[in-house]
């Protein structure tokens, strides 16, 4: 990687997003949102919608690239659909934040997803997604995932020779979900259980590794013959055998790059934890509650309580709780993340009433 500076990763542990909650903060997303080109589309017909934030605004992501992401960005997605009855739009809305996406991008992607659901009327469920640590729901959207260093103007499609930057690209799953991610183009990230695709801009290497599974390979050619058609020049491609490749083969040889480093994520055991959020006393206190087996008995309608079950993070909203407790509680839930080894948990807010399937769902897991 000489004369490229190395992207700095994004630091969980020193992210703010205290402007949400304040007083007038819903009435002034209301007006905001009132006026913001970007939703005015929402909310009349079922089906996928996703912006990037650019320069804190929100911007309309091709559909084309629905599954694209960028790991310096942010992203909204908006999935509307019907209630089982057929008569009423529900909505789930989800922030994605790439793993070197700035804080500013980050609170923007926050604070617009916060604004939209307001523009709904708080009806769509709220979702916080973390790269590499979606949640199933999320997945669910994406025939193929893809993630790529830099920002959208990367240079991913058009080639020239002077400026091009090559990528290795990572496959990794089985048919239901294959992930594609860019890595660096260093040998020692080959896994042999994968495929790996060295995209060189006029010439294209497939690695298939010794132990990788038919959906990769599969996969990848699709993915090849994607950026084929996508380019207007002539593409040389070639399929590479793990145990057949000579050590001295361009695909080896273009492999320089130091090893990035990885995001450290710990898994936290245990029992399930239910904090509450209140304000009965005068002030917002945020405390444990109870461990172990959690039931919707144990939840006040009169508050907010914040889940833990140790693979996300739930937000139960009670219909007679405070605006106060209301409009904080995605905030306890990030800043209560943020001082745990599990911090890029996802995260989704449920109002009492609605999605109880969703809350019944995450409490038996």
């Known amino acids: 990687m000489s004369g490229l500076r190395k992207q700095k990763q994004y630091d969980w542990k020193d992210s703010n997003i205290s402007l949400f909650g304040s007083s007038t903060d819903r009435d002034v997303k209301k007006e905001a949102a009132e006026h913001e080109k970007a939703w005015q589309a929402v909310g009349k017909e079922t089906g996928l919608l996703v912006w990037r934030i650019e320069k804190f605004k929100v911007k309309e992501w091709p559909k084309k690239d629905y599954g694209l992401f960028y790991e310096g960005d942010s992203y909204i997605v908006l999935n509307t659909y019907l209630e089982e009855n057929g008569e009423k739009f529900n909505y789930d809305v989800h922030f994605w934040i790439g793993k070197y996406s700035t804080q500013d991008e980050y609170c923007a992607a926050a604070y617009k997803t916060v604004e939209l659901d307001t523009f709904l009327d708080d009806v769509p469920v709220q979702h916080r997604e973390v790269q590499g640590h979606e949640s199933d729901l999320f997945k669910s959207y994406f025939k193929k995932m893809t993630f790529l260093k830099g920002g959208v103007d990367s240079g991913f499609r058009v080639v020239t020779e002077k400026t091009y930057q090559s990528r290795l690209l990572h496959f990794c799953g089985t048919k239901k979900n294959v992930e594609v991610k860019e890595v660096a183009k260093n040998r020692d990230m080959l896994d042999s259980g994968d495929v790996y695709i060295l995209d060189l801009g006029k010439t294209i290497y497939q690695w298939n590794g010794a132990g990788s599974n038919k959906d990769e390979k599969f996969k990848a050619v699709m993915y090849i013959n994607e950026l084929k058609n996508e380019r207007s020049i002539a593409i040389k491609t070639e399929v590479l055998e793990e145990d057949s490749t000579e050590a001295d083969h361009e695909f080896y040889t273009s492999l320089t790059e130091e090893k990035e480093e990885e995001t450290h994520f710990t898994s936290e055991e245990g029992p399930k934890e239910l904090y509450r959020l209140s304000d009965s006393s005068g002030k917002v206190q945020f405390h444990l509650e109870k461990k ?74």
């Open 292 to 365: 172990g087996d959690i039931g919707k008995h144990d939840l006040d309608s009169k508050d907010v309580f914040v889940i833990d079950t140790k693979k996300e993070i739930v937000v139960w909203i009670g219909l007679d709780s405070s605006s106060t407790e209301k409009n904080n509680a995605m905030t306890y839930a990030h800043n209560y993340l943020m001082n745990k080894p599990n911090s890029l948990l996802p995260v989704t807010c449920l109002l009492e009433g609605k999605h109880d399937n969703k809350l019944i769902s995450a409490l038996a897991a």
